[in-house]
């Protein structure tokens, strides 16, 4: 176990829908980042944030955003969903903002139909 | 952007073999990172070293920065080594926590 949580586990959808996954990161956690795991792309970087702020994008689509809170709980929109969208997606969280080791998720999978 | 090639992209073994598994990276790195995805598909971290050196029981990963390479041994496989094995690293310069992976490589361990 991590120490990082991710609901829901499993979540299935329907074109052009919307849909929040959320992330708890490792106490004592500032960063929080999200990839996203797809047969096609690989393991690519979505975002990253480190106490509140975005810090790093990467090829996330405009069709997706987040944010982390206060608690540093983070969440991960994604809005009109595409079947392409359908994917592993990962959170992960470390100490600092860079040269920390970071710690996965159990991850959220995404099936849209 | 950095780029991370692994290789080999499949290894079959039978229980009980060694196997050394290659990370090649194009540029200077601030961290690197060896993952282990279960079936299950959980990543699980197996080793930190941007460089040096580092055992833990079956496994050991070394990492020689100035040549840009990092290689993970696996001693006397088990069944449960099977997976998806991951090198990522961040790039060095302004990348934060930026992880870029590579594709893998798909370890088959035989009983």
């Known amino acids: 176990d991590s120490g990082v949580t991710q609901t829901p586990k499993h979540l299935i959808t329907a074109t052009g829908q919307r849909v929040t996954l959320r992330c708890s990161p490792r106490?004592?956690?500032?960063?929080v980042y999200w990839y996203q795991q797809s047969l096609d792309q690989g393991l690519q970087f979505l975002i990253q944030?480190?106490?509140?702020?975005?810090?790093a994008k990467g090829n996330i689509l405009e069709r997706f955003s987040a944010q982390q809170f206060p608690d540093l709980h983070s969440e991960l929109n994604l809005s009109s969903l595409e079947l392409g969208d359908s994917a592993l997606y990962f959170c992960?969280?470390?100490?600092?903002?860079?040269?920390?080791?970071?710690?996965f998720g159990p991850g959220t999978r995404l099936t849209v139909l | 952007g950095i780029q991370v090639e692994q290789s080999p992209p499949d290894l079959i073994l039978q229980e009980g073999a060694n196997s050394t598994l290659r990370c090649n990276f194009s540029?200077?790195?601030?961290?690197l990172q060896w993952f282990h995805q279960n079936p299950w598909g959980q990543l699980i971290n197996l080793f930190y070293?941007?460089?040096g050196t580092k055992q833990n029981g079956r496994l050991s990963a070394t990492t020689v920065a100035t040549e840009r390479y990092s290689l993970l041994y696996i001693s006397s496989s088990q069944t449960t080594d099977s997976g998806v094995y991951f090198c990522?690293?961040?790039?060095?310069?302004?990348?934060?926590?930026?992880?870029?992976f590579g594709q893998g490589t798909i370890l088959t361990v035989h009983p």
């Open positions: 070293i941007p460089s």
């Open positions: 992960a969280s470390s100490r600092r903002l860079e040269g920390y080791e970071q710690f």
């Open positions: 944030y480190y106490n509140g702020e975005e810090r």
């Open positions: 106490s004592g956690d500032l960063s």
């Open positions: 990522a690293v961040v790039a060095g310069g302004t990348s934060y926590g930026k992880l870029t």
């Open positions: 540029d200077s790195v601030n961290n």
